[in-house]
């Protein structure tokens, strides 16, 4: 196009500047929510079934750790605890699960901020069902608070990074039995222990326990770091 031409046209239908913009947007500005705000929100968007199935496996892990268990109620409650982290982890995904992850990704909210309020509503709802747990199976098992918090997080955060990582390589409804299949592979893998348990004297390597408390707490978080950054936010209108 001619230059002349061009800048004809540009001073012709040049845009006015706007008046009062600032005013004008001041009046319908939304307020933002503060942190605890967006949690107590997400709490709302929560499937009831997740709350129900918490509330079932913590009467269940109760029931089976009761004190005729021989004193093994914490090994017990510990290989039930991995499908108490498999909600957490089919809550989370479950915008991947849908395939609305772009409309997700879309919204005024970033997507970041609402996958920790998500995790943080669950993971505190999980952390008191587990602190209350953690007592009457410490009594009954005379293994002490500690020992028994640690038996009960070590294949709850497992089974959290596993599943996390699941759901962010298989993508659509079939990370579901796959998410699934790892909660039964960790918690088999307590059941062995409790019957290995009788023979090989497994409680004494404490120190093993703390050493995989502290991988799984560390795989699960860079799980959630990646979760976060693994894409940016599209730019909202």
């Known amino acids: 196009m001619d230059k002349k031409l061009k800048r004809a046209l540009e ?16 009046q319908y500005r939304r307020r933002e929510l503060g942190r605890w705000e967006l949690v107590a929100v997400q709490a709302g968007y929560v499937r009831w079934w997740i709350w129900g199935a918490s509330l079932a496996l913590f009467g269940l892990i109760l029931w089976m750790a009761y004190p005729q268990a ?4 914490a090994w017990y409650a510990s290989a039930l605890t991995p499908f108490l982290a498999l909600l957490v982890v089919l809550e989370n995904g479950r915008s991947r699960t849908y395939q609305m992850e772009e409309l997700e990704l879309a919204c005024r909210m970033a ?16 952390l008191a069902l587990l602190a209350g747990l ?16 640690i038996y009960l997080l070590t294949p709850y ?11 962010r390589r298989i993508r659509g409804r079939e990370c579901l039995p796959a998410c699934g ?7 088999g893998l307590g059941v062995l222990i409790v019957n290995r348990r009788l023979i090989d004297g497994l409680p004494e390597h404490f120190s093993l326990w703390v050493a995989a408390l502290v991988l799984s707490a560390a795989a699960a978080g860079a799980e959630i770091m990646l979760s976060i950054q693994e894409r940016s936010e599209l730019q909202w209108n």
């Open 134 to 149: 953690t007592l009457p199976l410490a009594v009954w098992g005379g293994s002490g608070v500690i020992r028994t918090g």
């Open 181 to 187: 299949g790892a909660a039964v592979l960790v918690s």
């Open 11 to 26: 001073q012709a239908y040049r845009v006015p500047a706007p008046m009062k913009k600032a005013a004008f947007l001041k």
């Open 111 to 126: 997507r970041h901020s609402v996958l920790l309020a998500r995790m943080v509503v669950l993971g505190l709802f999980h």
């Open 157 to 167: 955060l497992s089974t959290a990074a596993l599943g996390m990582e699941l759901t």
């Open 70 to 73: 021989r004193g093994l109620g």
